[in-house]
Antibody, heavy 122, light 107 residues
């Protein structure tokens, strides 16, 4: 079965750090762009960061630049999100998703994890 | 940043009716647009990719159309399980962006 499973969420104080993990199974992560998307309580979806298949390109939403780092280990079929200097506004459910795009087509985020909850509060 | 504006914010319909959801981009995204369905407590599910292609396992009552700046998701005859929030998303330019969502509710 093709699936993604996130872990690493929890309660953290403002200014603290967390590392989220996303383990893939049933497929090879190395074929896909991988992306983190978050959803604050009662809000819509927000793209956070993406990383290219070989890790050579990384992109971030402005609000997390310099604080979050996306990385991947294709040998372990895993994706990570290192989050530092956390703020209350980072409180959200964080989803990882696989994504496929070519020059001519966009195949969407077709497999999502179940999400892991990050709560930033004192 | 490309802004996606979805309308209406809320759509109240009955099972069996036709639903038409709109997504307008602030600049052309070509066909690099996807639609997702999200139910409470669940992860989003891909419905449509590249503006008009149904994802694997998605029923034929779901269809997407449009290119450039104007896109439509149509559900031809609503089933009870279709009542949910729907998001469009573009992957033409960085950063990728989502619309604010349309809440499709039972009338």
């Amino acid at each position: 079965e093709v699936q993604l499973v996130e872990s690493g969420g929890g309660l953290v104080q403002p200014g603290g750090s967390l590392r989220l993990s996303c383990a893939g199974s049933g497929f090879s992560l190395s074929t896909y762009w991988m992306t983190w998307v978050r959803q604050a309580p009662g809000k819509g979806l927000e793209w956070v960061a993406s990383i290219k298949q070989d890790g050579s390109e990384k992109y971030y939403v402005d609000s997390v630049k310099g604080r979050f780092t996306i990385s991947r280990d294709n040998a372990k079929n895993s994706l990570y999100l290192h989050m530092n200097s956390l703020r209350a506004e980072d409180t959200a459910v964080y989803y990882c998703a696989r994504e496929l795009k070519t020059v001519y087509y966009y195949y969407g985020m077709d497999v999502w994890g179940q999400g892991t909850t990050v709560t930033v509060s004192s | 940043e490309i802004v996606l504006t979805q309308s209406p914010a809320t759509l109240s319909l009955s099972p069996g009716e036709r639903a038409t959801l709109s997504c307008r981009a602030s600049q052309s995204v070509s066909s690099f647009l996807a639609w997702y369905q999200q139910k409470p407590g669940q992860a989003p599910r891909l419905l449509i990719y590249d503006a008009s292609n149904r994802a694997t396992g998605i029923p034929a009552r779901f269809s997407g159309s449009g290119s450039g700046t104007d896109f439509t998701l149509t559900i031809s005859s609503l089933e009870p399980e279709d009542f949910a929030v729907y998001y469009c998303q573009q992957r033409s330019n960085w950063p990728p962006t989502f619309g604010q969502g349309t809440n499709l509710e039972i009338k």
